[in-house]
């Protein structure tokens, strides 16, 4: 996974245990080493890192040494920034935020906040949350989960949810959001080879692409670029693509596909050029021709660097079965309902 700090000064390749930093030309700045794999990072603006792990950590840096640390119950699964918090989803369905100087410092007991550590929960789900985005106007959550839902919850009133973008029938992978002439959109990615964008205020579907029925679809980045959506798609463990679509007024045209016969773990968009994080572990950029091997310092060889397989997790089940004795992996069943 590669992600950019809010200015794109920073990028961060996730290899293994570790996150090794980048500047925006892909100078090597150095890494962090964590006891267990990344699942996800991000520098904050106040140039901070977090970093969540497989050991269901939270680890906060400053200048490539941990300061905080926090145990959550369940393992995190995504991070972003908000009102200078950070926002942690969880695999029990559950978002966090948390201020840092309410996370234990790296001196105290990581447990600190075991018995208090509900407060800070914001909204929920019943099912595995794949990942959070924040809008461009930081007054909405979306949420994608492994139930194929997409939510859109208004911030900070997070006890209101403004819409559902319904469509998907599969586990939905990821979610990025964006504008058109001012109107909020979300791009997502599913397990049953679509791709969707919504309007975020009602939830509407504005366009659709239909892949092969079996591709795992992953959004790495949207951008708005020369009056046109450019979305960075990847279709797991087999190719990506570029997909340009016009913007008219505030509509969208029709799609251009630029296929590319790579597997990636990743990418982002730059002011003029596109970065991915190729199978053969190197950074590319891609218009360019410039490539580098990902550095390991500090990587424990004993980890496979495969990051999230969406494909191991997908889940083929009739609408009428869908909630009958799910349970999450870590803990007892969730809430039985019957069928009518």
């Known amino acids: 996974m590669l992600k950019f700090n809010e200015d794109k000064s ?3 390749a996730l290899y293994k245990n570790t996150v090794q930093i980048y500047s925006q030309n892909i100078e090597y700045k150095g890494c962090i080493t964590c006891n267990s794999l990344v699942i996800d ?16 950590t939270v680890n906060i840096y400053n200048d490539k040494v941990l300061t905080h640390h926090l145990l959550l119950t369940k393992k995190p699964t995504s991070v972003c920034e908000i009102d200078n918090q950070i926002l942690v989803s969880d695999k029990f369905g559950d978002v966090y935020k948390f201020k840092i100087d309410e996370i234990p410092l790296a001196t105290e007991d990581i447990n600190k906040l075991k018995d208090t550590i509900a407060q800070n929960i914001i909204l929920a789900h019943f099912s595995v949350i794949n990942q959070i985005e ?21 911030y900070p ?15 939905v992978t990821s979610c990025k959001c964006e504008e058109i002439n001012n109107i909020p959109i979300v791009v997502c990615g ?43 798609v990847g279709i797991e463990n087999k ?32 002011k003029d050029d596109y970065i991915i994080y190729n199978s053969d572990d190197q950074l590319v950029f891609v218009n360019k021709n410039q490539k580098i091997n990902i550095h390991t310092d500090g990587a424990n060889n004993s980890f496979k660097n495969e990051g999230i397989l969406y494909e191991t997790l997908r889940k083929n089940i009739s609408p009428k079965q869908r909630f009958i004795n799910i349970e999450d992996e870590e803990t007892e069943p969730q809430k039985i309902f019957k069928n009518d």
């Open 239 to 270: 190719n990506y693509c570029i997909i340009k679509i016009p913007i008219i007024g505030s509509n969208l045209g029709e799609m251009q596909i630029e296929q590319r016969e790579c597997i990636i773990k990743g990418g982002k968009f730059t």
């Open 134 to 154: 924040i809008t461009k106007k930081k007054n909405a959550i979306i949420t994608c989960d492994r139930d194929e839902k997409v939510r859109v919850t208004r």
């Open 190 to 232: 599913s397990c049953d080879g679509t791709m969707r964008i919504y309007k975020i205020e009602n939830g509407e579907e504005i366009k659709m692409k239909q892949f092969d029925k079996n591709d795992v679809v992953i959004i790495y980045d949207v951008a708005v670029m020369n009056e046109e959506l450019h979305i960075l």
């Open 10 to 12: 920073v990028l961060l």
């Open 41 to 56: 990072a991000l520098e904050l603006s106040n140039k901070m890192v977090v970093v969540l792990c497989d050991d269901k």
């Open 157 to 171: 009133r997070t006890d209101i949810i403004q819409s559902f973008c319904y469509g998907f029938v599969e586990l």
